[in-house]
């Protein structure tokens, strides 16, 4: 077994894995367009997505510092999660109660990287095809890695077409100083 990687300093090693997963369907009559819709919209809401990446956020075992989410009208929603690979801390001045009341959410932006969703239901007015499109990115530095959540993500969204995308970026450098711009295997 090869040993693990022993890193210095600051580590700009970025691993992103990016998902695009397509649903189509025929959705011919007005009513079977709003039925399309209103699964999308119990299925696919930023409620339902914010519990998809939170897992995600379990699964690659980074720490959770900021949740933004929202719902479209008539359809679709996104969610952006702000993560980090050791917990925060809060600063002294931040816990601090003077001159005003202390903040909901302490954030240290952008401390690792982050997770996203865009969800992108669309119906042809005439023709009745009905899609929808989930753009997924799961972006990470440090030693967490977004491949471990790649089965789960799969598996939480029905669809009829996945495209995966990984990509790696940067370096980090050992203790020795040398560079490195791969920091584990992927096994297929």
Do not use: W
């Not at 919209?41 to 997505?49: D, I, P």
């Amino acid at each position: 077994m090869k040993s693990k990687l022993k890193l210095h300093g600051f580590n700009n090693l970025t691993k992103t894995l990016s998902f695009n997963i397509y649903d189509i369907c025929y959705a011919e009559t007005p009513q079977d367009q709003q039925a399309y819709v209103e699964y999308i919209n119990k299925e696919y809401n930023a409620k339902r997505l914010t519990q998809i990446l939170t897992e995600v956020v379990d699964i690659i075992g980074a720490n959770i510092l900021n949740i933004a989410s929202q719902d479209y009208e008539p359809q679709g929603a996104s969610v952006t999660i702000l993560i980090s690979e050791e917990p925060v801390t809060p600063t002294d001045s931040q816990i601090e109660e003077s001159p005003g009341p202390l903040p909901e959410i302490i954030l240290a932006h952008l401390d690792k990287s982050h997770i996203t969703v865009h969800t992108y239901p669309e119906i042809h007015p005439d023709a009745g095809i009905a899609t929808f499109r989930v753009d997924i990115d799961v972006s990470t530095c440090g030693v967490i890695s977004p491949l471990k959540a790649l089965n789960f993500l799969i598996h939480q969204f029905d669809s009829d077409i996945v495209t995966v995308d990984y990509r790696v970026r940067g370096f980090t450098r050992d203790v020795e100083g040398n560079k490195h711009f791969f920091d584990h295997e992927i096994n297929s």
